[in-house]
């Protein structure tokens, strides 16, 4: 499908925010679904790029993104008004059991892209926010106001110290945990790096709270046919494809060792 660029804003070093014009995407996505998109109209680079959805808002989509490669640089230059090829939605989503009540949110960076939408989703559904943001320095922590527009609690880390506390985010995920203030209505939702992930998972099986993980990977279809994004089954010589059955897993389906 094609969709309209309506901006696309530097918010920090490296880190850009697109908006686009889309409304049979805006009307069909689901929380923790992602999209592949063709970010150049040549023939370099030819496969598409995976993005999460970031925020949805009437027949608006956003997407956050960080710039790391020849892709998501040509996606920096998109100017509004051009046109983009959009496949999706793709994959599975945030999903919420019943009785809960309370939710934990955790980012890594950019992985804070598809917790938002989410966010939106638990809002609607009256569910207390606390949102724990990550990252190297200031520069990482992301999207704070619009979580904070949502009501959400939010709980900062930055390992160099610049902002919040310092050290890592799984730091005080853990010191909240072992203070005993969350509870059986509480569930764990997370997205950024694969060691953040593990700790997270860790935590969560410790606690025993129900723990749904994001999972960032190279992808090349998007459609479970060229099996490029593969990771191990926590089902011993099982795999599982992160763009079909994911990107979305609980927590205890991933093998993290």
Known sequence: ??????????????????SLHCPPLAHSVKPGQ???LKVSQAYDPLLRRPFSIHRVDGELVQILYQVVGKGTKLMSQLRPGEALDVLGPLGNGFGLQAGIKQAILV????????????????GRQKIKLLVFVGGKNRVDLLALDDFRQLGARLYLATEDGTAG???????IVADYLSSGESTAATAVFACGPKGMLA??????ERYVLPCQLS???????????????????????????????????????????
């Open 1 to 18: 499908m094609q969709a309209n660029v309506l901006d696309n804003i530097e918010l920090a070093p490296h880190y850009y925010r697109l």
């Open 165 to 171: 506390y310092s050290g890592r985010v799984t730091d």
């Open 34 to 36: 992602f999209v592949m």
């Open 107 to 122: 980012g890594g960076g950019v992985g804070v892209a598809p917790l938002l939408f989410w966010a939106q989703e638990l």
């Open 199 to 204: 700790h997270i998972a860790g935590l969560a």
């Open 215 to 257: 999972l960032d990977v190279v992808m090349a279809c998007g459609v479970g046919a060229c099996m490029g994004c593969v990771v191990k089954s926590s089902h011993a010589g099982d795999y599982i494809r992160v763009c079909k059955e994911g990107p979305v897993f609980e927590a205890a389906r991933i093998a993290w060792a």
